[in-house]
């Protein structure tokens, strides 16, 4: 197994660096992450019922009955399948499964999710449900392809256990032998992944697997560090509803999840416009 665990410079592939860019970098890390975690639709109504309370607190009963409303109908429309749905779906559309793998490709990257390393459980309980679906999906094409690399990347985080250990163990424990899993330790978010795959990959065309939601804003990082990824979506969370029923039509959690990650996504596509670094689906 090959670990890097140097991190990956600035620049479109570029092999300089220096203290400033490494600033910027920590920098545009901390904002995107707080930036994400403030303006998803539960915060932003958590925030709307606080200033609501406040508000009749304070005997401004007009505004504080506006904003219990607002934050009522919207927590109730992203609880709400066919809204979720909405949101998410063109974020997943665009990007067709790859059913059978192009023998010619020799390399297939996973990118990172979350995980919780704790030895009492298995591997499949310490990392989150997606990153299951993307190695899992990961390994899938790598088995087709007769002398492919598995790629796996991200940080620990807080985490003494680097993500990229724990989806190499699960890769292992699924069949691929160690000397052809490649290790990306440090990158903390895609846009490092897309630098550390850059000293790797270089014109070589290469399977990218992400969640389908995910793999709009991905590809933009990717190919603005002058790689050639292939799209290999999975994770796909809007699907054909073949049995509905009356508790499809109430507000649930996982609708939730569905919108509060359609927000995620397009924060991301937005951040990276500001930052000159986003295609749009059309364009690939």
Not at 4 to 25: E, H
């Amino acid at each position: 197994m090959l670990i890097l665990s140097r991190r990956a410079p600035v620049g479109k592939g570029r092999r300089n660096t220096n203290d400033n860019d490494n600033t910027i970098i920590t920098m545009s890390f901390t904002i995107s992450k707080l930036a994400g975690a403030l303006f998803m639709p539960l915060p932003l109504i958590s925030i709307a019922l606080i200033v609501a309370l406040f508000a009749l607190l304070l005997g401004r009963r007009g505004l504080g009955t506006a904003l219990v409303g607002i934050a009522t109908f919207a927590l109730i429309g992203i609880a709400w399948w066919p809204l979720a749905d909405r949101l998410l779906h063109p974020l997943e559309a665009p990007y067709l499964a790859i059913r059978e793998a192009d023998p010619d490709i020799r390399w297939v990257m996973v990118l990172g999710s979350g995980h919780d390393s704790d030895p009492s459980v298995p591997i499949t309980s310490q990392l989150t449900d997606t990153a299951v679906v993307r190695i899992v999906e990961g390994v899938r094409l790598y088995r087709q392809l007769p002398e492919a690399q598995l790629i796996v990347s991200g940080w620990g985080g807080q985490d003494a256990r680097p993500h990229a250990e724990l989806a190499a163990q699960l890769a292992r424990e699924l069949g691929v032998e160690e000397e052809s899993i490649i290790r990306f330790d440090l990158p903390r978010n895609t846009a490092e992944e897309a630098m550390a795959a850059s000293m790797r990959l270089t014109d070589e065309p290469f399977y990218l697997v992400t969640s389908a939601s995910h793999m709009t804003r991905a590809l933009a990082l990717f190919e603005a560090q002058g790689l050639k990824p292939i799209p290999a979506p999975t994770r796909h969370r809007v699907t054909a509803k073949q049995n509905l029923n009356l508790r499809d039509y109430t507000p649930q959690a996982r609708d939730v999840a569905k919108s509060e990650r359609a927000f995620h996504e397009y924060m991301g596509i937005l951040w990276n416009r500001l930052r000159g670094e986003h295609r749009s689906a059309a364009e690939h």
